[in-house]
Each structure stands twice: as C-alpha cells, then as structure tokens.
C-alpha cells in the first residue's frame, strides 16, 4: 500500500511538473508573439542611438583639436610610431565600447521559468531518496523502475539548474550591455 501511495505522488508530482513545463512554454511562446513593438517606438530609439554616437564622436572631435601639437619644424620620429599609435588608439576605442550580445545570448536571457523548475525537481528528487532510503529498510526491495525514475529526476534536476545558470548569465549579459 506504502508503494502505491509513494509512487502515485511521485507520478502526481512529475505530471504536474510536466504540465507545468508545457504552460510556461506556451505562455512564453504567446508572449514572444505578442511583444511587438510599435514602428514609431522603434524609430525613436535609433534616433536616440544615433544622436548618442554623434555626440560622442563630437566630443572625441574636440579632445583631438584641444591636444598640444608637436613643433612644425620637427618631423615625426617614424611609421612605426604612427602606426603602433594607431593601435593603441583602436584597443582604446575598442575596450571603450563592449560587443552587443549575441542573438542566442539575447535568445537564452528570458529563461526565468527555469529556476523554479530546477528547485522543484531537485526537492522531488531529494524526496524519492529519502523514500528509497526508507524502502531499504523493509523485507521487500523497491523496484528498479523506481530507482531509474529517481535516478532520471535527479538529472533533470541538474540539467535544469544549469540551464537556470546559462539564463542568469545571459541575462546579466544582455543587462550589462544595455
């Protein structure tokens, strides 16, 4: 009787786990399809954009004028020194403004569902230990299904915290960029 009521919970659990999985797919997906932004919303924030870059190249413009120039009667030393200030200007410019992130890093940001699933699983499958740990003690043994189940739920459960982990880390991405 003990068997029939453990498993059922554990089917009840992982069913709703399941269903669950599947709703927050669904609502997600209709969210995605619904999250289309208006044309002059879009417009504005490339206008935005834009007026940004020009002001920056403006300043940088002045900070160029206002610097001292060398001598007239002196030449420069060399192309070398030309050309190696040339790269120290472009690494300059180029730590300066940070990579956009990628379309599977913007892609993978929105996965918040993903950590109330690995919690939930991970109980699930600390909860199916301690009732395999309470099956040894009896005369009978449990079934190998079980032990496979449990087994299955555990790695469910870590392929979901690092999916969690990969959502947070894209998401800190996506924030540290905007």
Known sequence: M????????????????????????????????????????????????????????????????????????????SRRDAAAAGKDAARRDKKAEPQPPWRLTMALAPLRGAWPLAVLLAALYGGGRLV???????????????????????WGAMALVGVALVGLLASWRCRRHA
């Open 132 to 154: 395999a740990h309470g099956m040894v003690a009896r005369p009978q043994h449990a079934p190998d299904a079980f032990r496979q189940l449990v087994e299955a739920v555990g």
């Open 2 to 77: 003990a068997y029939f009521l453990v498993m059922g919970g554990l089917a009840l659990t992982v069913c709703f786990t399941f269903g669950w999985i599947v709703w927050r797919m669904l609502r997600w997906a209709f969210a995605r399809l619904g999250r289309r932004a208006p044309a002059g919303r879009k417009k504005k924030t490339a206008a935005r954009a834009s007026q940004g870059r020009q002001a920056a190249a403006k300043a940088s413009a002045r900070a160029s004028s206002k610097a001292p120039s060398k001598e007239k009667g002196r030449a420069s030393s």
